[in-house]
């Protein structure tokens, strides 16, 4: 006899918390935004949902096995009429126009699930699946070698990304998925073995249909492999398009200049990635705000860095005004004493060759004029990253 299909658990409304934290606002089901999901459910006759992966801001993504082609894969279920309907044409670029894709997380396949009560439609995107994303672990926990393995390969993805002529413009924790052991080849109940089993509460009986609320699953640390991928195409661009809205989220990781009226560039990506290094070798991010919020800590930016280029003056555009005392640089390479220290007080165990290696690489992606700011194409010749890279034998 075949063995009862494991579909996760119930539980009760004592455990409601754990969700509350980690899963989407139930609500996103109520307004149409979210396609309700049962786990067991097959989509398009060939994906059966196994477990849920996580969402975003316009997005569920579930872990489903393929009946067809039997291996795992990502389901992102976009929600109608975002930006996120429009990840697939920018997919369809970056096949077409990067020449390396392999540590890009580019799609297999799409299809739509149709709503008919409201003629609404859901794209539903096809991913390999990967890891967790940079944000959603204690990444100080993971080997000093694997955090920069995922350094140079995110580097490696954003330079073949750059080179194929797209500005990603949103690089941040949420954009490096992490690489995780292949478990198409077990059971489902042995998958949850490893991943832990789906956590699960009824949606409201109100809905167009039937769902499930799950929790995320969290992929043990032991089964992450020194791989990291570049994600969540969403707001991605061709170089030199024009856009209205020029700044990033979340503040501590969008370039100076884009609160200065210049748009999004290879440059400014850059900056982000350089955040996002420091968030790999620190375990934080030098400037997110310990009260998050939405506007740029640029007080400490220029605490840390030095004044802002004196040619800015007059064209900051946020929450709040700018200062006067923030300006006053010519914006070249940054070699502050407060970098130097924050590096030493972040890393105090290694030494003094590595830091100096550390502060050269930031001194270069923290230049604030984002036509002298280093390339991801010259990082990765950079004496001082290379150096890095060796010392953690990647
Ligand atoms: N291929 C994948 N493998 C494993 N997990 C994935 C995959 N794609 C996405 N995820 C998980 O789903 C989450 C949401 O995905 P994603 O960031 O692409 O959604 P989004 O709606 O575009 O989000 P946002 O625009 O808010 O960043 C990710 O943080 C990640 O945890």
Known sequence: MAPEPDYGDFVDSEEEFEFDETAEVVDGYRDGSYYPICIGELLNQRYRIEHKLGHGSYSTVWMAYDTQIKRDVALKIISPGTPGDYELSMQNEIIQAVPDISNIVTYLEHFLLVRDDLNTVYRVLVFPVRGPSLGSIHVRELPGATRMCAAKQFLTALQSLHSGGIVHRDINSGSLLFGVAPLDKSSTSAKYQCLGRPMKRPLPTNLWKSGEWVKPLEVPHNMLKGQAYLCDFGL??????????????????????????IGPSFASDMWSYTCLFAELYFGWNPFSSFFGGTAPDIPHMVYVLGPLPENWEGYYYDIGRSDKSWYGSKGGPVFTEELQGMIERARPETGITERMHVLSIMSKGFCYQPEHRITAAQLLEDASFQALMQIYQV
């Open 236 to 261: 991605s661009i061709k170089a030199g398009t024009e856009v209205e809205d020029k700044i990033q989220g979340p503040p501590w990781f969008c370039a100076p200049e884009r609160y200065h009226n």
